[in-house]
Structure formats: C-alpha cells, structure tokens
C-alpha cells in the first residue's frame, strides 16, 4: 500500500455507554487509533447532535435517534429515514470526513448505506470502500427474539445471500463462528430459482465480481490485560464481596457479567442455579448487567432460591475487574454468543471459566484452559462441580487461560484489524473496476461464485 493513511469512518447502533463487547471494541478501536495514528471517526445514535473528541486521531460524533421500541430499549437506532435525504445529518458528516473507507456494524437499520453507496446514491462523497463488520449472526438473532424453526434461518439465509453479501465491498466477522453465516447462506442458493435471485440482486447492487469467500475476513476481538488480569486479586476485597452478599468461606461465588437479554439464554443461569440449590454447597451467583430480562430473572430467582442471586446491575469498568478476579466460577450461559468477551476478561484474571463449548468462544477457549459443557443445567452444574472438585487441574486450566489472554490482547487485535483495512484497501484500489464497474456487473453471471464462494 502508498504512504498515504487510510482514514476511516465507523457507524454502528451498537454503542451505548453501558453496554458491553460491541462498545469495548469501539472504544478499543478508539484507543489504537491513537497508538498507531489513525483517523477514525465512529458515529453513533444520541439524545442529541455533538461531537466529542476522544484523542488527536479519533472523534464519537453522535446523531439524535430515537430509542429502540422493542427489545433492549436503552440502545437508540438511526433509522434509514435519517441518512437517505440529501440533507441528513449522517451524510454531513460523510460529506465532511470524506472517509477513504465506510464500515457499518449492524444488519438491520444502518444496513442500507452500503447498497445506496455502491447503486451511486451517495455521489457526493465519492466511492469509498464499503465494509460491512458482523458482531453478531443474524439467524441466531431471528431465533431468540422471533422464531425459532427452519422458517426464521431461511429468512436470515435470504437476506445474507441477496442484500448483504452484494451489499458490501468486505465482510469482516468477529470470529469464525460469525463469519460461517456468510458460508452458509452461499451454500443455501441450491436451486435454480435462488441462482435466479441471485444474479438479479447482486446484479442490482453492482456486487463485486470476486468471490465471497475473497470478500470475507475474520478479526478477533482482544481482552485489555491492562485492566482484566491476576493482579486484582485482593483478599480484603474478596472478604468484602462475600460478605456483602451472605456467602461465608465455604460458599461458592459464580459470577455471570453481561446482558440480561432474550439471546443471552439466561434461562440457563435460572435452572443451573436451582440444581445448585438442591445440594448441600452454598452456592451464590452474582450478576454484573442489566437488560429487558433484568426484572423477571430477579422474580424468578427471589422465588425458586431466595437469598442466592445478587443483582448489580451495570457496573464500571473496573468494578468488573475486581469481581472477575476475586469470584470463585465464571459462568457464561450462551451457546450462540458470537465471539464472547466476558469469558476472555475472566480467562485474563485467572477465573474458572465455565461456558458452552459452542459459538464464537471456541475461536481462544478449549478443555486445556477452560470448562465446556453442553448448554444444558446437568452439564453446567457437572462442570461447575468440577471446578471445585480438583484443585490441581483448576490450577492447570486457570494458567493456561492467562496466557490464552496474553496472546488475545486487545493490542494485538486493534494491530490486526487496522492491518485487514489496509490489506482490504490495496485490493480495493488494485481491482477497483471488479469492485465498482457497474456495467460490468449488469449482466455477470455471479452463479459461477457458487462452487467456490
């Protein structure tokens, strides 16, 4: 690639200033553009229009959005309505950042500015390279909030297949879990009528003539080792916890952090829990987070195991880093969770990890440095038994998981990130007519992309 810095603008639904591993890995992003002297701009939906600057090379510019209306309603969503008017604010700031690359982190309200970009609706600032960032599948979405059958992951292949994928230049996942969705959806065109669908999509979006599989990029997420690690253990503090939550020194403190919300199964904490209950250790789960179940897993608790589940609610940064190195289990319900950095930061403090041996996790957790279970109660109560049962293996596990932190560091996937834009960028700019000729895609036969895409 020349000399010149690619200079970025980020657009995303996903940042609110209590939420978790979408909004850490903004901030992280934020953080290395600083290190490394990258113009980056991430924009985000607010109560009200303003920019703040977060240091000399990166700007959070938010853009008045209404809150959500269903699911988590702490989260504001920018509506297409706010970006497709020539007037919009959304596309002042494009006008005026003059960005080198576009990358939208979301499936649903923001999707558009990709397909709009690539047909010429947004001429004014050019042809910037258009990357779409997937933190999250959009079938398991559909499956925890709408439907859970067959029906509900064809409509996500559908949707995949004809509008994201031609949508975008690239694709970048958060783990290879994410990224199979896209490999999915290409093996889901098995007919004569889907290819049909096909060509007339990606021919209306002017998609690019290479492969989806040349179009798709997998960047881990990293752990800040600076904060999450060893070094909060405190005894004082651990005395502290335990006490202010009924537990003596025989009990076991779990500790569950993250959202409370429909695609989390916290039902799982619920029935793991109840079985705990049942035996003669003291269990006790504390829950670090806050969401739309937040009321009702707090109902049931108080009436199947009144007294053992503690609700904290949100808490800071370094709150967290306390209770994950001075809880006795980490538990972590989801068996679809994307990447998962809630089990990376405790695999950091040296926390036995207890998770599903399912989803994003697999892509740094295995049974050498954590405890994977089938997402069921008798599996999780199994392995949290476990934990407690061999000293010398937990020992073992925990090592192994600092160092699977230190080479998952959010250092070195911020490095590796900005060094996929610039990889994705010179191709961009090489093959730029595969990517942009929309005359050129007007009648290619992108069926060809099937046995190898």
């Known amino acids: 690639m020349n000399d010149r810095i690619l200079k970025s603008v980020h657009i995303t639904n996903y940042y609110h200033r209590n939420s978790g591993g979408i909004s850490t890995s903004f901030n992280n992003l934020m953080s290395a553009a600083e290190r490394l002297g990258r113009k980056v701009t991430v924009i985000v939906p607010g109560e009200r229009r303003h920019d703040e600057r977060i240091n000399d090379f990166a ?46 982190t979301d499936k649903y309200t923001l999707s558009m ?20 960032f997937s933190a999250e599948r959009m079938d398991d979405n559909i499956g925890a909030f709408l439907s859970k059958g067959g ?45 049909r669908l096909m060509n ?43 006490k202010s939550i009924g537990a003596d020194d025989a009990s076991v403190v779990l500790l569950y952090a993250g959202r409370l919300s429909p695609e989390k199964n916290i039902g799982l904490l619920t029935e793991t829990m109840r079985s705990l209950s049942s035996g003669p250790t003291d269990y006790r789960l504390v829950v670090a987070g806050a969401g739309p179940l937040e009321e009702s897993f707090k109902d049931s608790s108080d009436s199947l195991f009144p007294g053992k589940v503690t609700m904290l609610g949100h808490v800071q940064k370094s709150r967290l880093a306390e209770l994950y190195a001075n809880v006795d289990i980490f538990v972590h319900p989801n068996p679809r969770e994307p990447f998962g950095i809630g089990p990376l930061e405790a ?76 990889s994705m960028y010179e191709d961009f700019r090489n093959r730029n007519d595969l990517y942009c000729d929309r005359d050129g895609a007007s009648d290619f036969d992108y069926t060809e992309f099937l046995n190898i895409g």
Not at 214 to 242: A, M, N, W, Y
Not at 357 to 377: E, F, K, Q
């Open 59 to 104: 700007t959070l510019r938010w853009i008045p959005a209404k809150k959500s209306p269903i699911f988590d309603k702490r989260y504001r969503l920018i509506m297409p309505w706010q970006y497709m008017p020539s007037d919009s604010e959304l596309r002042d700031i494009l006008l005026e950042e003059s960005p080198d690359m576009i990358e939208v």
């Open 347 to 422: 695999m950091a403090s040296g926390v036995p990890t207890v998770a599903p041996r399912s989803g994003g996790i697999l892509s740094y957790a295995d049974d050498d440095n954590a405890w994977l279970a089938s997402p069921d109660p008798g599996s999780f109560v199994e392995s949290i038994r476990s934990v407690t049962a061999d000293a010398a293996e937990r020992t073992r596990r925990t090592v192994n998981a600092v160092a699977t932190a230190m080479k998952n560091t959010r250092e070195l996937s911020t490095e590796n990130l900005f060094a996929t834009y610039d």
């Open 113 to 132: 500015i990709g397909p709009m970009i690539r047909i010429g609706k947004f001429k004014q600032i050019g042809r910037p390279m258009m990357v779409h």
């Open 200 to 242: 007339r999509t990606w021919r209306f979006f002017a998609a690019p003539r290479i492969t989806p599989r040349d179009r798709i990029r997998v960047c881990p997420r990293g752990v800040d080792t600076g904060t999450f690690g060893i070094h909060q253990r405190d005894e004082s503090k651990r005395h502290e916890l335990r």
């Open 151 to 195: 029906g509900g992951t064809n409509v996500a292949r559908a949707v995949v297949a004809n509008y994201l994928l031609p949508g975008f230049d690239f694709h970048i996942a958060n783990s290879f879990y994410t990224a199979a969705e896209f490999h999915d959806s290409v093996r889901w065109i098995d007919s004569s009528m889907k290819r």
